[in-house]
Structures are given as C-alpha cells and as structure tokens.
C-alpha cells in the first residue's frame, strides 16, 4: 500500500509541473502573434533646439575710447613743519584733520629757555654797540688833538732853537740846551704816537663794528629761536597729522606736525608710455585731455595738468598728473578709478565684455543662425550711463548687422538661436 502511495504522489506532482509549463508555452505564443500582427509605429522626427539669445544692432560710428587707470590723490604742497631748537610742547592748538588758515598757530613750544637765551644776546649786542660808540668817541677827540700835539711839538722846536742861540753866545748852561732838546725830542714822539693812534682808529672802529655785527648775529639768532615756539602754518590747508603732545620735549629737527594744501591736489597715474605720447602730442598742440571718476555719486573731472619726464623706478609707465576742482571733498592718499578720454576712433562698435569670444571671435546671426566673424580690439569704452564695453572693429560687420551680445558657452557657426533685440535695459543688465 505504501508504495502505491508513493507512486501517485509523484504522479500528481508531474501533472501540476506539466500543467505550468503548458500555460507559460500558452502565454509566450499569445505574445509573439500580437507583436507580429499588431500596427508598426512611425519614427520619431528629431527638432532641433532654437537658442534664445540678446542681440544688438550694429551702428559703426566714431568713439572716443578710454583709458581705465587707478590713481591716487596728492597735494603738490605737504609741509612737514619741525623746529630748529629744543624744548616741551606747551599747546597744541589744531589736530589731526581740523582746517587751518595762513599764519594760524598749530603748536606752541615752552619759550622760557629760548627767551633767556633771546635776553643774553640783546645785553651782548646793547654792550657791544656801546663800545663801539666810545671807540668812535675816542677817534673824533684824537683827531681833534693832532693840532695841539703839532703846535706843542712846534713850541718845544722854537725854544731848543732859542737856547741854541744863548748856548752859542755862552748866555745859557749846557744843561739848559739838554734839557730843550729832551723836551723837543719828547713833543716829537708824542705827536707821532698820536698820530699812530689816530692812523689806527678806522681798525679799531671796524673791529669793534664786527663785534657788532656778530652780536647781532647772535641777537637775530635768539629771535629766530624764539620765533621757533610758535608753529604757524604756511598756508591754508588741512592738518594731516600732529606727531606730539603737551608735555613732550622735541628735539631740533624733529617732525611737529603735517598739513597738506588742499587747494593743489591732484591725483597722480601710471599710464602706458604710448597713451604718455599720445596724451603729450595733444597738449602740445593745445588740446585738453581730461579724465573722469564717479566718486561719492557724484561724476568729477580732471584736467591733465603735466606728465613725468621719465619712468619711475619700479613703474613700467609714465606719470601723469591731473588736477581736482572738488578739493575740499576729497581726502589725500584716496585711491582713484580714472577714465581717461583718448582721441576718437572711426568705424567702432562698443560691445559688452561677455559678447567676446576667444580668438577675437563674436557672432552675428543671420536667419536666425550664428555665424562667427573675427574683429579688432581698439580700446575700452564708457557709455552715458557708465557701462563698460570694449570699441571693436571687423571688415566682416556692416552697419544694420544683428550682433549677439548674450553669453552663450554653445555658441557655434551654424547654431540655431531665437534673437531677441536687446533693451537699455537688458543691456545693462548684460553688463
């Protein structure tokens, strides 16, 4: 019995097994006949993309471009003021960036020492003038003795002759005749001892003036010295800095204070040394070039004053100065963004940075596809509104051309793009 069991078991087993295979062989010929006798479908057709892109017209015309400098704002007058003696700061009376007039007082020194000293020179200069008063007193009353030195000299003679004359008749001892030639030997010497003395007077007039003279010197000295503890500024302007305080002791030499004149700033540039020769050919020959800057929202301009007669070591340019109006608004050492306006250029287009392409390539469209044209660039340039652009030219662009001026990293000759003319405003949006 068992093994009868067994035996329909496993032939049940093989009729579930034959009945799946059965259904899946059903299935996979059900399949086969649908696919053969269904409807077969059309191919895709494949579109091409059209690129939405900005574009300009273009307009060639006669530009002025720029030339794009940083520079920095100088005064052509920055006076370091120091003192030429020793002595404490007493005051200080304008500070850092305070407005000062000429003549105005800046610092004020302790002036006790230079006084002291001021006072010995005037008594030194008082006593020598006073020497040379009496030395002059002496010449005049010398010179006025030379006749009564003469006429003693003349009595002293008569009478030696006048003893003579007794001596030869014996009327007269010889020492009476000694004794008259001693005295007319004396008188003699006198008067030429005066007469030296008299000689020497103008030396001695002129030594003593020089005495004068140099206490002068050393009176005039002190008052300078004094004249030291009073820093006053030498023009108007504005004070850049102080370097001291009240109680400090400066030493002769040292720096006090800096105050610039703010009414010869000017801002200093490298430029090119060919835009230097350019801008220099057109001053010469009486032409103005001037340059501008947005500083603060406001539009400033700067005339060119004068260019550096060399290079600079360090500097790959030439100098070039321009002057400012607007000085009471500006701060020295203030960096500059200078658009400096060259002459102009005919048969240029400005067009935005990011319209140029690598190899000097930009792109006109033409029925609506791209077609790249090589151009030349001629300089930078500034619109109305301050935009950048950069003056191109190309023999390949004709006036009324469409010109992309979108940033497109596929753009391609023969690419298909949707133009679309470009607004102020989306051009400076562009921008």
């Known amino acids: 019995m068992k093994w009868q069991n067994g035996l329909r078991k496993s032939f049940d087993f093989a009729v579930r097994k034959l009945s799946w295979l059965l259904a899946l ?145 014996g009327m007269v001892a010889d020492s009476e005749l000694d004794g008259a030639r001693q005295e007319a030997s004396e008188k003699a010497i006198q008067v030429e001892e005066h007469l030296a003395r008299v000689a020497d007077y103008p030396n001695r007039v002129a030594q003593q003036q020089a005495s004068v003279d140099e206490a002068a010197a050393y009176l005039e000295k002190a008052r300078i010295d004094l004249q030291q503890t009073r820093i006053e500024a030498p023009f108007s302007g504005r004070v850049i800095s102080t370097a001291v305080t009240r109680g400090d002791r400066v030493i002769a030499g040292s720096s006090l204070v800096q105050i610039a004149d703010y009414s010869n700033l000017e801002i200093r540039t490298s430029i090119p040394a060919g835009s230097a020769t350019v801008l220099r050919d057109i001053v010469t020959n009486g032409g103005t070039v001037t340059a501008t800057a947005q500083l603060d929202n406001r539009k400033l301009s700067f005339p060119l004053v004068r260019l550096a007669a060399d290079v600079k070591p360090g500097q790959s340019g030439i100098d070039a100065f321009f002057a400012s109006d607007a000085n009471d608004s500006l701060d020295i ?99």
């Not at 500070?95 to 005037?122: K, N, S």
């Not at 596809?369 to 191109?392: C, P, S, T």
């Open 25 to 169: 062989l059903a299935a996979a010929l059900i399949a086969v006949v649908i696919i053969a006798t269904g409807p077969s479908a059309a191919p895709a057709e494949k579109v091409e993309t059209a690129w939405p892109v900005s574009v300009v017209t273009a307009r060639p015309d006669s530009l002025a471009p720029v030339l794009l400098a940083f520079g920095r704002l100088e005064s052509r007058q920055v006076a370091n003021l120091n003192t030429s003696i020793s002595a404490p700061v007493k005051e200080v009376h304008r500070h850092e960036g305070e407005w000062v007039e000429a003549g105005e007082l800046l610092i004020e020194l302790d002036a006790a020492e230079p006084q002291l000293a001021y006072d010995i020179a005037l008594a030194s200069y008082q006593r020598n003038v006073a020497q040379l008063e009496s030395v002059k007193t002496e010449q005049q009353l010398a010179n006025s003795l030379v006749a009564e030195y003469r006429q003693l000299k003349d009595i002293a003679e008569t009478r030696l002759q006048r003893i003579r004359d007794l001596h030869a008749q």
């Open 333 to 431: 050492g203030r960096t500059v963004q200078l658009a400096i306006t060259l002459p102009e250029i005919d048969r240029v287009i400005p067009m935005p940075v990011h319209a140029l392409y690598p190899d000097q390539t930009l792109y006109r469209v033409v029925e609506d596809r791209l077609r790249a044209v090589h151009y030349q660039e001629m300089g930078d340039y500034l619109d109305i509104d301050g935009n950048f652009n950069v003056l191109v030219r190309s023999q390949e662009v004709s006036s009324g051309d469409l010109l992309m001026v979108s940033q497109l990293p596929r753009a391609i000759t023969g690419l298909l793009v949707d133009p679309t003319e470009a607004s102020d405003t989306e051009t400076l949006l562009l921008n």
